[in-house]
C-alpha cells in the first residue's frame, strides 16, 4: 500500500514536497517514482529512482524537480520548485518490489492533487 501526501495550492514559481510512504509486508522495494496526470490527458512519467539511487525525470521537470527516497523508511519524495501552471495535475506514486515471501508486486498510490495558480 502506498499513501501519498503534500499536495496543494500554490502560486507559480513556488515550491511543494510530495511524500509517499508505502506499507505491508515489503521484503524490498526496487523503483519508486511520480507520475501525474492533468485533465485530459495521458498519466505521464515525472521522475523514477532505482533502489541505488539513480534517477530518470522528464525533460519538462529537469532542473526544478527532484525525487529522492529514504530507503529505511521505504518512502520516495518529490521535491517541486520554481512551480509552473502546467505542472497543474494528480500527482501519483508507484513502487514496485517484492513481498515477504517472495512475491513481486507493483502498487500505485492514491494521488494527490497539486494545482499551481495565481
Known amino acids: 500500500q502506498l499513501q501519498a501526501s503534500g499536495g496543494g495550492l500554490v502560486q507559480p514559481g513556488g515550491s511543494l514536497r510530495l511524500s509517499c510512504a508505502a506499507s505491508g509486508s515489503i521484503f524490498s522495494i526496487n523503483d519508486m517514482g511520480w507520475y501525474r496526470q492533468a485533465p485530459g490527458k495521458q498519466r505521464e512519467l515525472v521522475a523514477a529512482i532505482t533502489s541505488g539511487g539513480s534517477t530518470n525525470y522528464a525533460d519538462s521537470v529537469k532542473g526544478r524537480f527532484t525525487i529522492s527516497r529514504d530507503n529505511a523508511k521505504n518512502t520516495v519524495y518529490l521535491q517541486m520548485n520554481s512551480l509552473k501552471p502546467e505542472d497543474t495535475a494528480v500527482y501519483f506514486c508507484?513502487?514496485?518490489?517484492?513481498?515477504?515471501?517472495?512475491?513481486?508486486?507493483?502498487?500505485w498510490g492514491q494521488g494527490t492533487q497539486v494545482t499551481v495558480s495565481s
Open positions: 508507484n513502487a514496485d518490489g517484492l513481498s515477504i515471501g517472495g512475491r513481486p508486486f507493483a502498487s
